[in-house]
């Protein structure tokens, strides 16, 4: 059952069902237990920061700054803030200092609460430029603030400003003030192309979404929820809070590189994810599989065919599975895919939402057929998350992004692009009413920047409709359809596709390295350095023949014909990836100059 009650109000309304009941599980900021937090202990947390944003002198509807990794102190700030009718702006925990001072001044934030050391640093370092910037708090105790920095405090010193709620009943009334219309939060974008958009999210908004998921996504009171992708990030601010509305128990995970051995620790039951993650488990398994002996390899060769047979030729069309397929296919999950899951920690696997990118059909289907219900949607922060979505036990297509969300109305444009009208799509961008005003037709739909269309009411992407590319021979290309068919290689970490106005289709290719330096030594490839090793040509004619598998069933002017495999990842710092480490195609062309006209020699 869902309690989907404002913002303000939605832990302590669930405090009065759950009480003593277990809601987040978490591990303090570099540690190694994991330890526990009521709903109660929730409740009373959030009213105590709600009593100290009035005491440092909050007010209604100002923008407060959250600068930090997922934490049950991110969560504290969220809710605390809304009690009060003020505004959270999360910034990734990997933003950089001028992506920081950007956000800081065109927000006008006064109080910014930031995670750890890095994160502490880069704040102080563009204090000074940032002429509305009074207080940074900090989340983690074990951050060494500058003997030269007045302004910094702990998160514990913060909250004794609001021990025993000496501004409860002025929190209380702001609450009952609090309105469908106040703003919750401003998300800025990732910015592929420029400088960041700050999209503007209302309680309304909120409110309109997690009543529109809670009908299809059924999260509820038994489920354990790992939080991996970041809070900034709205399919998991959103999916977070949707878990939060129906009683499950929250798992923050903090650092994603340890996400593997969380799930392995915590047993999830559902997590919200972006292909990458499942590109990553059917490569590990797939590996796994080529070192198997010959009976095993064999067996699970065959146990796929079944999953496959059974869990999408019928189940995802609708059709009952004949009766010796799906007693085939029980005893396979009892004994092969049950292995499978226990070694992902997802014994007790109950859906995983994933969105964000395409997922690769090969991927998707491998998912599916291990007896792990991925259900992919489709969404934007501008949307706030969820456009559409597979519902669990419904039949769905692989390769679509699922059945639109009730209050949503999607046109598809002459040009063929996606457009979205509801109760759950932005106002506009902050302080931008230029951009605002170009990003709605003349109608008041909102342009998604997408190409799709509508089959028997199911959506599906074609492409970005900046990101096609066209080559110059007249040719149209998408790259993120190409690399997303490449990405399931196991020796592939990264790619960018190059044609923009060039005659051929060419790529940039970061190999997954501890791999590649294995194939080496088994092959006796001498190398002393990755520029050594991505430069050597028996290297590229292996790389070479992976790659022309793949793409075979891609047209032929779709096709890489040169590719240049590279020694050091694409990376936030040098501006080649966004915070959700969506490529920058114009960076990339530029750092990369050099080894792009390259491989365009006669």
Known sequence: MQTNTHLARLIHDQAKIYGDREVLIYKDFGG??????????????????????????????????????????YLFCDFGAWGVRAVTIPFYATSSEQQIQFMVNDAKIRFLFVGEQEQYDKARRVFSTCHTLERIIIFDRNVAISSQDPYAMYFDDFLKLGENLPRQSEVDTLTEQASMVDVANILYTSGTTGDSKGVILTCGQYHAALEANGKCVPVGENDRVL?????????????????????????????????????????????????RFWEKVYMGVQEQIEKASAPKRKLFVHALNVGKRHNIDYLSKGKRPPLALH??????????????????????????????????????????SIGINMVVGYGLTESLATVSCNHLGDPFTVGGVGIPIEGIDIKISDEGEVLLKGPTITRGYYNRDDLTKAAFTADGYFKTGDSGYLKDGELFLKERIKDLFKTSNGKYIAPQMIESKLLVDKYIDQIA??????????ALIIPVYPLLEEYAREHHIPFETREQLCADSQIYEMMKERIDTLQQQLAHYEQIKRFTLLPHNFSVERGELTNTLKIKRRVLNENYRKEIEKMYEE
Not at 237 to 260: D, F, H, R, S
Not at 497 to 506: L, N
Request: aromatic share 12%; with cysteine; hydrophobic share 40%.
């Open 32 to 73: 190694k237990e994991w330890k526990s937090y009521s709903w109660n202990q929730f409740s009373q947390t959030v009213k105590v920061v709600s009593n100290a944003l009035l005491n440092l002198g909050v007010k209604v509807q100002e923008n407060l700054g959250v600068f930090s990794q997922n934490s049950i102190q």
């Open 327 to 368: 007693l085939e296919y029980e005893v396979l999950n009892k004994t092969v895919f049950s292995l499978v899951r226990k070694e992902l920690g997802l014994e007790n696997a109950h859906f995983f939402p994933t969105a964000g990118a395409t997922v690769n059909p090969k991927v998707e289907e491998f998912v599916h």
């Open 497 to 506: 596709i190059i044609a923009d106005q060039r005659k051929f289709v060419s």
């Open 227 to 275: 939080n991996f992708l970041p809070f900034t990030h709205i399919f998991e601010k959103g999916w977070k809070i949707l878990c939060l509305t129906t009683g499950a128990t929250l798992i923050v995970n903090t650092y994603p590189q340890e996400v593997q051995q969380s799930m392995k620790e915590t047993h999830p039951t559902c997590m919200s994810s972006v292909p």
